[in-house]
């Protein structure tokens, strides 16, 4: 019987701020239009969060049953460490799921947005397809895509949607980036995974690119995600402290770059997250600013 430290470390609350940050800029944009919605952003936040921790449940299940996991450096896997049986952290990827449709629909009848349904099934659809099912795409190359639809454009405009009944221009360059910083997350992961994923047959891009393209990679999504702000700044300066972002973005770039492998490539995971956060913040702030407390 896993503990329960050891069901939090499955639950690898590291990757959560990518489920944060695209509500967070989302309601700033929603705030932006006059149309910020406290319930409704709590009840985005929640369906994130919950989405968030099955996907990680549902991979450590898919993972360790396919024995991707016998040999992986990195966090704790619930199944591939033998600490729970299979069954039980399917059980848990499932619960998560079922409680973050509970808590969209809630988001859909406060709002009457009833299309909505059909994008949350999606989402949940393609949280398990990652790594579950007969042909995961995950093992295909394309999980940043659908990182980047769902916890990029999705997460964020739907966040804004749901509060403001429209969207923005500003919530758009905010889901790209924040959706892009998302992408470097997976993409630094599936580095420091290559060698055994090769082995284990499982063709992520990192592997597809090979080495050298997919760090390169990394550092063009960082870059993009920070500097795409600038298209707003003629509307709101205030955007212009998204670049504070820069220095920060540094050290993990260089890290990627500089050919760091296996643990050496942990430190880079948790900044990103930690950009992600940042770049959520300072974005919201700016919104705040150029539009009155």
Request: proline content about 3%; aromatic content about 8%.
């Amino acid at each position: 019987m896993a503990t329960a430290g050891q069901w939090i470390q499955g639950a690898r609350p590291r990757t959560l701020p990518a489920a944060i940050a695209p509500v967070v800029i989302g309601s700033a944009a929603a705030y932006q239009l006059h149309g910020f919605n406290l319930l409704n952003a709590v009840l985005a936040a929640v369906v994130a969060l919950l989405l968030q921790i099955g996907v990680n449940y549902s991979n450590d299940y898919s993972d360790g049953i396919r024995g991707t996991d016998e040999n992986r450096v990195g966090p704790f896997r619930l199944v591939g460490s033998g600490a729970a049986r299979a069954k039980s952290v399917l059980k848990a990827a499932l619960a998560c799921y079922g409680l973050s449709m509970v808590a969209g629909l809630g988001l859909v009848l406060l709002t009457q947005t009833w299309w909505m349904i059909l994008v949350g099934l999606g989402a949940v659809i393609a949280a398990w397809g990652y790594t579950g099912g007969k042909n995961p795409y995950g093992y295909q190359g394309l999980g940043e895509l659908f990182v980047f639809v769902f916890f990029g454009l999705v997460a964020t405009l739907g966040t804004t949607y749901t509060q403001a009944g429209r969207i923005s221009l500003a919530a758009t360059i905010g889901a790209v980036g924040t959706g892009l910083i998302a992408c470097a997350v997976l993409m630094a992961n599936n580095v420091r995974d290559i060698p055994t994923d090769k082995v284990a047959g499982k063709h992520t891009l990192a592997v597809r690119l090979g080495d050298r393209l997919a760090r390169r990679s990394y550092v063009l999504m960082v870059a993009v995600a920070i500097l795409s702000v600038v298209i707003l700044a003629p509307q709101n300066l205030w955007i212009l402290l998204v670049l504070l972002l820069i220095p920060a973005a540094l050290l993990p770039c260089w890290l990627m770059l500089s050919g760091r492998t296996g643990k050496a490539l942990i430190p880079v995971l948790q900044q990103t997250g930690m950009l992600n956060l940042g770049y959520a913040a300072l974005f919201a702030v700016a919104m705040i600013l150029a539009h009155g407390v």
